[in-house]
């Protein structure tokens, strides 16, 4: 049975002190991460301190939103209603040397690789808010 | 270390206890003590860890515990599990407390089922050593399984492994739960091709057998410092505890280490365990290795040192942990076999089998190493410690 959602059902993110600004980003469409502002090094996910040089200054930096697949897994069970299974859970490693856990769109389970080079969407949640995931790109499309 | 396990106890292991988690602490805890030759009333010191139910408070007013010196939680789950004799040992190092119980209560199936795809609203749960959590959550990665299996998968790219090899493991450890009654698969194994048939939950790493089993029940152990624990029947030796958790590492959620294909939770505990100490992975006798999932076994073995990497499949398939392997390994059946009291199960088996009462004996066992991932021990028969 195909379930036609009228609206999204994926959970919002949890919104942190120190998360707000990325989440914020993220519901405007951008892909950003802290870059300290003392050794300008990228980390995520957020933190309130630097853990390289210990400033308490950053920026956000917008991100090229390309990457690569690190891992994945096709998950099938148990099922939250909130998901469409399987769904395609996945580390994706970014160009500027962060990893994220998100999901793989615009693909089949089955065409799944390793090392494949995806872009991010957006992909919208309850609250009005979105995630980043991402799709194939390139020749891996 | 100058402390040792002076008693066990435990609850039957079921899908369904049906009574409070209190209770089947204080049950767990009162055959524990019974078994030390000591009395509920001694008990000044307890020790459990995230994410137990039990209020500490109510515990106590059960036990009827007259002044409680010193208590304490490990965090990260039953990746803290046998931290809780680390915390003890420490305790009694100090002078803080002279009888500690540690214990785990859970209703992994009938209460809130461990394994269920539940959204939590909350960042994290308060202790627990979790805080990525909130950054898979949104995606649809809320199961220990979908957590666990993203490394996995990793380790089978890197590494050659598949989930046959993973297999193998499981019917070796569901051989051991045939022959172990209080094993929720007791007189249930199975073979390779049972294994291959059961359903995917997180593809390709896991099918639903090489899942631990949700389980009620509870267990405890006894400590007290080891100049005293003569005195009581059956004294197994605290050689070495070790905890070691790493720069962006978790358990469960651990997605950020750089290469995921290794557990470098627990090389840095092996080192602890093992070269800092002296003692010999050759001096295991028998091993017991937290199997929420039948992967984390084989890259727990790559990673504590008793195979190198990539070599836990062959290490596995040539039989090294079967009850004529060199390292007999989750001899209750494990996790997977017996059940899930959140890993303090398989403390107990390690204290059964250095007191050669073990359904699965492995002979003349005088050593025995117990890990769930960046936590560990290593404990000895009283002859076997220098």
């Known amino acids: 049975m195909t379930v036609i959602r009228l609206s999204a059902t994926r959970p919002a993110p949890v919104v942190t002190d120190d998360s707000e600004a990325f989440w914020t980003a993220v519901s405007d469409g951008r892909l950003v991460a802290q870059r300290c502002s003392g050794c300008r090094r990228f980390r995520h996910p957020p933190r309130p301190i630097c853990p390289y040089c210990h400033s308490l200054e950053h920026e956000l930096f917008d991100l090229a939103g390309t990457g690569t697949v690190y891992s994945y897994a096709i998950l099938h069970h148990p099922q939250n209603p909130a998901f469409d299974y399987p769904l395609i859970a996945a580390l994706v490693d970014l160009d500027e040397g962060l990893r994220v856990v998100t999901n793989l769109v615009e693909i089949d389970p089955s065409e799944v690789r390793i090392g494949m080079e995806v872009e991010v969407v957006f992909a919208p949640t309850v609250d009005d808010m979105a995630v980043p995931v991402f799709r194939p790109v390139g020749d891996d499309r | ?386």
């Open chain 2, 1 to 386: 270390m100058t402390a040792a396990i002076v008693g066990i106890g435990q609850t039957e292991y079921s899908k369904s206890a049906g009574r409070s988690e209190t209770l089947l602490a204080g049950e767990a805890i009162l055959a524990a003590v019974a078994d030390a030759g000591l009395k509920p009333e001694q008990v000044d010191g307890i020790v459990s860890y995230t994410i137990d139910p039990v209020e500490e408070t109510e515990l106590v007013r059960a036990l009827g515990a007259r002044e409680i010196g010193w208590s304490s939680r490990v965090p990260y789950g039953g990746g803290g599990s046998q931290g809780v004799l680390l915390h003890a040992a420490a305790a009694l190092a100090v002078g803080a407390a002279d009888v500690v119980v540690a214990y785990r209560a859970i209703k992994a199936r009938s209460g809130s089922r461990f394994g269920a795809a539940q959204l939590s609203g909350r960042p994290t749960s308060a202790h627990s050593g979790s805080t990525a959590m909130q950054w898979s959550n949104p995606f649809g990665v809320i199961t220990p399984a979908s957590w666990m299996s993203l490394n996995a998968v990793r380790y089978m790219h890197a590494s050659g492994a598949t989930n046959e090899d993973f297999g193998r493991a499981v019917v070796q450890l569901r051989a051991y739960a045939a022959t172990n009654p209080a094993a929720h698969f007791y007189g249930r194994p199975i073979t390779l091709e049972d294994h291959q048939a059961s359903r995917w939950i997180a593809e390709p790493a896991i099918r639903l057998f090489d899942c631990c089993q949700e389980t009620d029940g509870a267990a405890a152990l006894v400590i007290t410092r080891a100049d005293r624990a003569g005195d009581t029947p059956a004294p197994v030796a605290i050689a070495a505890a070790a905890g070691a958790g790493l720069f962006e590492e978790e358990i469960g959620s651990n997605h950020y280490r750089p290469d995921l294909a290794v557990m470098d939770g627990s090389v840095a505990l092996a080192k602890r365990l093992f070269d800092a100490t002296g003692i010999a992975r050759d001096d295991v006798d028998v091993a017991l290795v937290y199997d929420a999932f039948s992967p984390i076994l084989l890259m727990q073995l790559e990673a504590l040192g008793f195979c190198g990497f990539g070599e836990a499949k062959d290490f596995v398939a040539d039989g090294h942990l079967g009850p004529e392997g060199s390292l007999p390994c989750n001899t209750n059946g494990g996790l997977i076999g017996e059940g899930y009291i959140h890993g303090l199960n398989l403390t107990l088996e390690a204290v059964r089998q250095l007191r050669g009462t073990a359904v699965n004996q492995v002979p003349d066992a005088r050593t025995a190493l117990v890990t769930a991932s960046r936590t560990g021990v290593v404990l000895q028969h009283p002859d076997a410690a220098p």
